[in-house]
């Protein structure tokens, strides 16, 4: 066990979803109300955070690495939520993972938490916070043990498999979709 779980926050709203499918209809549509998302995000993630930390009696300030996501935008929401908590945006996890390979769903926060715990000490803390758009946060305190120095030792780490990605045309990526021949 290279870290553990110490305490979990969630929050969730009714939120109208941003995502829809029409009866009869293959595949789903996006009604692209971008602002309106980034203001749930905002929202929902700092709330879920906050009561985590109150769980916890604990300063944002008490963590190594702080894992905010999804939003592909460089990063810069993630610092403001850690910022308007009282916490140094140094320590948002750049690079965002979803900036270099792209949003990976519910997968992201955990492919961020993996490169994060490939150079991570033990005793470091980890606040990782999970988006889903609909109106859901999860928040985790995560704490890294002795095991994790085993991490450094692995011949392949997270960056790795991240730099050696390839990169595809729209089209290609259609024809893996089963959506063009």
Not at 85 to 93: A, D, R
């Amino acid at each position: 066990v290279v870290a553990v779980i110490e305490e979990f926050a969630a929050e969730s709203y009714e939120v109208l979803g941003d995502r829809y499918r029409v009866d009869g209809e293959e595949r789903p549509r996006s009604m692209e109300v971008r602002a309106y998302n980034t203001k749930m995000f905002r929202e929902i993630t700092s709330k879920c955070i906050k009561n985590l930390l109150n769980k916890l009696n604990r300063n944002i300030n008490a963590y190594n690495h702080i894992i905010v996501s999804p939003p592909i935008d460089g990063g810069r929401i993630s610092m403001d939520i850690v910022r308007s908590i009282g916490g140094s945006p140094e320590k948002v996890c750049m690079p965002m993972i979803s900036n270099i390979i792209g949003d990976c769903g519910c997968a992201t926060p955990l492919i961020s938490l993996a490169y994060v715990l490939d150079s991570s000490k033990p005793g470091e803390k980890i606040l990782l916070a999970s988006y889903g758009y609909g109106g859901g946060c999860d928040a985790l305190s995560i704490s890294v043990t002795e095991r994790a120095s085993d991490l450094q030792n692995r011949k392949l780490k997270v960056k790795d498999y991240v730099d050696s990605k390839e990169y595809i045309d729209f089209k290609t990526y259609l024809r893996y979709r089963n959506l063009a021949k």
